[in-house]
């Protein structure tokens, strides 16, 4: 079985986790968001790109969710004392060394999508990780402090301001001009499932489809599409996703958030327990529906939600359900303004994706 899952940061991969437990065979792919991308002291920091390869290579610092276990901050400290900042985004001393590796390969000509397999080469996550685009993009947030508009990067909204101010605006800066990276389009085409994990709708898988040609490739696929909600009993399961739902004019429900994606685009999406109330709205817009529970307490746990999506997936491609967004333009209810707002990632530094 060949699955194809779009992911943001740390529910994505501990999502895939659980996926690659309850489907040991089956050969993975995994897009990823690098909207969230940030330069910093020099270097290239892909904060989604990471949290999955650490996590899936068993480096990854488990209680927080992102960064190196058994990290330690001097370079960060040395920095401080010299007045260099941000001192809000905190990158560790076994983490430098990612971003200069991948900083190094960039300058001498090796596209993105090329060094993130070189990294892998040494963390072996079990599964293929391509980034959207090798271009670059970036999320900035539309804000209103004191009066005063302006846009900042989504990790200064996400990681300095905890997204406590609203969220007015949230633009891919940099998208409409690019290009899903080389394999793609081609292994999205080939899937036999595609899977959207709980990560953030807006930030994480939305900026993924935001780049030019790839919900087309989505809608159009010939397999089955399944979602599993980020929103359980109306709140993020973790993180501050109402903030950006808000900003795209989605209410923080697990059923608004199928609605968002929409018939054109999934074929099928879970709800947790607590929202069963809500599958016969998400039916009656085209949507198979079904409620399981949705929190990843543990490995066991998160392996079923992954066995829950697979067989949704097979029940919508046993039903002739696959594909049918090919019909329907794949544009959800939202509209194509929901691709062009939708983007980003999950602060690596905050540790909170959806």
């Given at each position: 079985m060949r699955i194809v899952v779009l992911a943001?940061?740390?529910?994505?991969a501990r999502f895939l986790r659980g996926l690659k437990q309850a489907a040991k065979e089956a050969e993975i792919t995994v897009v990823g968001n690098t909207g969230d991308d940030i330069h910093l002291f020099g270097l290239k920091v892909c904060p989604d790109l990471d949290t999955v390869m650490y996590t899936l290579g068993g480096g990854i610092n488990e209680e927080q969710g992102w960064g190196r276990e058994d990290e330690s901050f001097t370079v960060k400290e040395e920095l401080a004392a010299y007045g260099v900042g941000p001192e809000w985004f905190g990158l560790g001393d076994r983490d430098f060394a990612t971003?200069?590796?991948?900083?190094?390969?960039?300058?001498?000509?090796?596209?993105?999508?090329?060094?993130?397999?070189?990294?892998?080469?040494?963390?072996?996550?079990?599964?293929?990780?391509?980034?959207?685009?090798?271009?670059?993009?970036?999320?900035?947030?539309?804000?209103?402090?004191?009066?005063?508009?302006?846009?900042?990067?989504?990790?200064?909204?996400?990681?300095?301001?905890?997204?406590?101010?609203?969220?007015?605006?949230?633009?891919?800066?940099?998208?409409?001009?690019?290009?899903?990276?080389?394999?793609?389009?081609?292994?999205?085409?080939?899937?036999?499932?595609?899977?959207?994990?709980?990560?953030?709708?807006?930030?994480?898988?939305?900026?993924?489809?935001?780049?030019?040609g790839i919900r087309e490739a989505v809608a159009s696929a010939g397999a089955p599409v399944v979602g599993l909600s980020p929103i359980v009993g109306d709140a993020p399961v973790r993180g501050m996703a109402d903030k950006v739902l808000a900003a795209v004019g989605v209410e923080s429900t697990a059923a608004a958030v199928a609605l968002h994606y929409g018939a054109g685009l999934v074929d099928g999406w879970l709800v947790d327990t607590v929202d069963a109330g809500t599958v016969a709205d998400v039916e009656t817009a085209g949507i198979r529906c079904r409620a399981v529970p949705l929190m990843m307490t543990d490995m066991d746990a998160t392996a079923q939600m992954a066995r829950e999506a697979l067989a949704l997936a097979a029940e919508v491609r046993e039903a002739g359900g696959a594909g049918d967004a090919a019909a329907t333009g794949g544009v959800g209810e939202s509209g194509d303004g929901a691709a062009s707002s939708a983007s980003g990632g999950a602060g690596a530094a905050d540790g909170a994706d959806a």
């Amino acid at each position: 079985m060949r699955i194809v899952v779009l992911a943001g940061g740390i529910g994505g991969a501990r999502f895939l986790r659980g996926l690659k437990q309850a489907a040991k065979e089956a050969e993975i792919t995994v897009v990823g968001n690098t909207g969230d991308d940030i330069h910093l002291f020099g270097l290239k920091v892909c904060p989604d790109l990471d949290t999955v390869m650490y996590t899936l290579g068993g480096g990854i610092n488990e209680e927080q969710g992102w960064g190196r276990e058994d990290e330690s901050f001097t370079v960060k400290e040395e920095l401080a004392a010299y007045g260099v900042g941000p001192e809000w985004f905190g990158l560790g001393d076994r983490d430098f060394a990612t971003h200069i590796v991948r900083t190094q390969m960039l300058a001498a000509g090796y596209p993105l999508s090329a060094v993130t397999e070189a990294l892998c080469a040494r963390w072996q996550p079990g599964v293929r990780l391509i980034p959207m685009s090798d271009d670059r993009i970036e999320t900035h947030v539309a804000i209103e402090e004191d009066g005063e508009q302006r846009a900042v990067h989504f990790q200064e909204y996400w990681v300095k301001l905890r997204a406590s101010v609203d969220a007015k605006a949230v633009v891919p800066v940099g998208a409409e001009q690019a290009k899903p990276a080389p394999g793609v389009l081609e292994a999205i085409a080939e899937a036999d499932v595609i899977l959207f994990p709980p990560s953030n709708p807006v930030v994480s898988v939305g900026t993924i489809l935001a780049v030019p040609g790839i919900r087309e490739a989505v809608a159009s696929a010939g397999a089955p599409v399944v979602g599993l909600s980020p929103i359980v009993g109306d709140a993020p399961v973790r993180g501050m996703a109402d903030k950006v739902l808000a900003a795209v004019g989605v209410e923080s429900t697990a059923a608004a958030v199928a609605l968002h994606y929409g018939a054109g685009l999934v074929d099928g999406w879970l709800v947790d327990t607590v929202d069963a109330g809500t599958v016969a709205d998400v039916e009656t817009a085209g949507i198979r529906c079904r409620a399981v529970p949705l929190m990843m307490t543990d490995m066991d746990a998160t392996a079923q939600m992954a066995r829950e999506a697979l067989a949704l997936a097979a029940e919508v491609r046993e039903a002739g359900g696959a594909g049918d967004a090919a019909a329907t333009g794949g544009v959800g209810e939202s509209g194509d303004g929901a691709a062009s707002s939708a983007s980003g990632g999950a602060g690596a530094a905050d540790g909170a994706d959806a």
